[in-house]
Nanobody, 131 residues
Framework: QVQLVESGGGLVRPGGSLRLSCAGS????????IGWFRQAPGKEREGVSCMRSDGSTYYADSVKGRFTISRDNAKNAVFLQMNSLKPGDTGPYYC?????????????????????????WGQGTQVTVSS
């Protein structure tokens, strides 16, 4: 049974940092593209970063330069280091497995990781950025 479990969310002031973790069980994460997504209040779920099985990383423009995705194969976990957080980064954050690696990429210069192309999802961890 595949399970993805996120942790590391919390309340942080603007400019602060958080490190999210996505732990896998029943799945070897480095064999798949893994994406991080968030859903701001009243908005659709959006991809923020992903890592392919070969270690290639991609970022949405809104987080580029502030967020860093990484993977620890020994721990079977994927991380999202979030720095310089802004109130607009608030929302639940989810990790998910892509059906195919190409669902984590850049298309015509635009970050591409549509949620519909990811099949296994964690339950989410809440990130709140507020003063």
């Amino acid at each position: 049974q595949v399970q993805l479990v996120e942790s590391g969310g919390g309340l942080v002031r603007p400019g602060g940092s958080l490190r999210l973790s996505c732990a896998g069980s029943g799945i070897t994460l480095d064999r798949y593209a893994i994406g991080w997504f968030r859903q701001a209040p009243g908005k659709e779920r959006e991809g923020v970063s992903c890592m392919r099985s070969d270690g290639s990383t991609y970022y949405a423009d809104s987080v580029k330069g502030r967020f860093t995705i990484s993977r620890d194969n020994a721990k079977n976990a994927v991380f999202l280091q979030m720095n310089s957080l802004k109130p607009g980064d608030t929302g639940p954050y989810y990790c998910a497995r892509a059906v195919v690696d190409i669902s984590c990429s850049v298309v015509s210069g635009t970050y591409y990781s549509p949620p519909i192309e990811y099949d296994y999802w964690g339950q989410g961890t809440q990130v709140t950025v507020s003063s």
